[in-house]
């Protein structure tokens, strides 16, 4: 179960939303932003524990013992209503205005045996305009026993109408450090696995978690780089068949170049003489990395990472997924120590 002093990272947040619970300073919607697993949903989940924990003093809550935050914990509480968006489900969106107008006929219902109704509605982001828009006239008039906790990726992505609305709580991405040392102490994993694990979590605590329990991840991480190496050392002509190739699964194609622009941020960093362990996400790619920062143009290195990340965003819009990849491949660099010309 958890609790405030299990959140990793975040605690001036915590402090926040537990001072507001104390001091009865609630207000009626929070909107919790930050990347992808860097804990938005944990922290939602903890506070909804807190506003409805039947714990006598306010000091103590999130009990994590009480019949409310067990509920709650496991997500059965009959006046916490949750849904969810999907991400990665590329230039769709997933959070329906069939969806919200369930939330809304929940709400007009008083709470059965909370201290309050709590709607959570994870990846907000993920909600199409018209669906957005609907929700708008809850977030303004929202019942007085009811507090709704929103999450999202990006506030910019949202109609400005929603985040202006809602008591914003951003989340950063968590130092590797700070991952590390609750790896190590939460989860007992060895120093050198631990270490690991929290440069390539790259801030997301929720990752480094998976991770830990689904030694997949780390291998699936491992495969994308083997597959952008060998994509360096290909000609032109292996490159376009390549491309090709990997264009046929758009969702697999985002999750990959999300992983390359990560190792181009890397050789960037290495380039301008940053690339000492407490930046570096790809740890065992230091003696690749300082050998191509020597080897090929700054140029070059940096127009590799633009242009990955422009990529990813004409992706996330639908761009022609084949015609992306194959922009892409002409602007890499050639690695001819790998391809042993």
């Known amino acids: 179960m958890t609790l405030w002093k299990d959140i990793v990272g975040h605690g001036w947040a915590v402090s926040n939303l537990s001072s507001a619970i104390k001091h009865n ?9 930050g990347p992808t697993q860097v804990g938005k949903s944990t922290l939602a989940l903890t506070f909804a524990q807190a506003l409805n924990c039947l714990a006598p003093s306010a000091v103590d809550r999130p009990c994590g013992k009480c019949r409310a935050c067990i509920l709650i914990g496991d997500h059965r509480h009959p006046d916490v209503i949750e849904i969810r ?9 997933t959070l329906k205005i069939g969806q919200l107008r369930e939330i809304q ?30 929700f708008l006239k809850t977030l303004e008039e929202p019942p007085s026993y009811a507090v ?3 999450t999202a990726v990006d506030p910019d992505l949202l109609l400005p109408t929603i985040p202006s ?8 991405p968590v130092p590797a450090p700070v991952i ?10 060895d120093l050198e696995h631990a270490r690991e694990i929290a440069h390539l979590a790259d801030g997301r605590i929720g990752w480094a978690i998976e991770a830990v329990q689904d030694a997949t991840l780390l291998e699936e991480w491992t495969d994308r780089l083997v597959l952008l190496h060998e994509t360096l050392a290909l000609t032109r002509v292996g490159r376009f068949k390549f491309a090709a190739l990997i264009s046929r699964d758009p969702e697999e194609l985002f999750i990959l170049l999300r992983t390359w622009l990560v190792w181009w941020r890397d050789l960037a960093l290495f380039l301008i003489g940053e690339g000492q362990d407490t930046h570096t ?11 191509l920062a020597g080897q090929w143009q700054a140029a070059d ?9 422009e990529a990813l965003w004409q992706l996330e819009r639908n761009a022609n997924t084949r015609l992306v990849v194959e922009n892409l491949m002409l602007v890499y660099p050639y690695d001819l120590f790998e391809s042993g010309s």
């Open 85 to 93: 968006g999907q991400l990665g489900q590329r230039g769709k969106s």
């Open 165 to 172: 609305r809602c008591q914003q709580v951003a989340l950063r």
């Open 180 to 189: 590390q040392e609750a790896l190590r102490e939460r989860w007992n994993v």
């Open 148 to 150: 709704l906790i929103l």
């Open 105 to 134: 006929q929940a709400l007009s219902l008083t709470s059965t045996e909370g201290r309050y109704k709590i709607a959570l509605i994870s990846n907000f982001d993920e909600a199409n305009p018209n669906a957005a828009n609907m």
């Open 281 to 291: 996400v790809n740890l065992d790619e230091r003696e690749r990395l300082s050998r």
């Open 301 to 309: 290195i940096l127009k590799s990472l633009r242009k990955t990340d």
């Open 25 to 33: 300073r609630l207000v009626h919607a929070y909107l919790i932003s």
